[in-house]
């Protein structure tokens, strides 16, 4: 299986900040990489697939950037309705295996 | 508007089963492939099992092999899990998600609580 590791498990950032987040997998997955967002009690969002495409109706303010094994996601401009944990998943093969997350709070 | 709405969660004993259903509108259900996954009390995303647009090709986690059952009926826009032998490790709040061509979930359902305990 393709383990994903993601880093830092938590930050926080104040607002206007530039945040990044990063995720590694385990083999190279050819850009076969998403982005979710989940706010509390809420339901995972798609930000970014394919590693750098910006899914519909997300801000343009996020986006994602990578090859290989190694991604990011990066927030340019931290908004205080960007709270929340991030998840990264890679989608190159069965099964299909997330980071562990990352909890973003505003500073 | 997509939507994705998950019924039949609910507290069961060990090694009891229970059926989960996912109703899908607001798009061509027949034409997608869709995933259950799970998230624990506190914890991450687990996939859980996939099946294709036409129910061909179906994939599980080695967590539920031989346990779950994933399956799908296009007339009626449903998706199923057939969760038999539960476990304690099985608590989670359970997803239905639409893939898209990218193997990534483009649409998320609101979650059914499934909680295993005696």
């Known amino acids: 299986d393709i383990q994903m590791t993601q880093s830092p498990a938590s930050l926080s950032a104040s607002l206007g900040e530039t945040v990044t987040i990063q995720c590694q997998a385990s083999?190279?997955?050819?850009?076969?990489l998403a982005w979710y967002q989940q706010k509390p009690g809420k339901s995972p969002q798609l930000l970014i697939y394919g590693a750098s495409s910006l899914q519909d109706g997300v801000p343009s303010r996020f986006s994602g950037s990578g090859s290989g094994t190694q991604y990011s996601l990066k927030i340019s401009s931290m908004q205080t309705e960007d709270e929340g944990v991030y998840f990264c998943?890679?989608?190159?093969?069965?099964?299909?295996?997330f980071g562990s997350g990352t909890k973003l709070e505003i500073k | 508007e997509v939507q994705l709405v998950e019924s039949g969660g609910g507290l069961v004993q060990p090694g009891r089963s229970l059926k989960l259903s996912c109703v899908a509108s607001g798009f061509t259900f027949s034409n997608y492939g869709m995933n259950w996954i799970r998230q624990a009390p506190g914890k991450g995303l687990e996939w859980v099992a996939y099946?294709?647009?036409?129910?061909?090709?179906?994939y599980y986690a080695e967590t539920v092999k031989g346990r779950f059952t994933i399956s799908r009926d296009n007339a009626k826009n449903t998706l199923y899990l057939q969760m038999t032998s539960l476990r304690s490790e099985d608590t989670a709040l359970y997803y239905c998600?639409?893939?898209?061509?990218?193997?990534?979930?483009?649409?998320w359902g609101q979650g059914a609580s499934v909680t295993v305990s005696s």
């Open positions: 099946i294709s647009s036409g129910s061909s090709y179906i």
């Open positions: 083999e190279d997955i050819y850009s076969g």
């Open positions: 998600a639409r893939q898209n061509y990218a193997h990534v979930m483009d649409a």
């Open positions: 998943q890679q989608g190159l093969k069965y099964p299909l295996t």
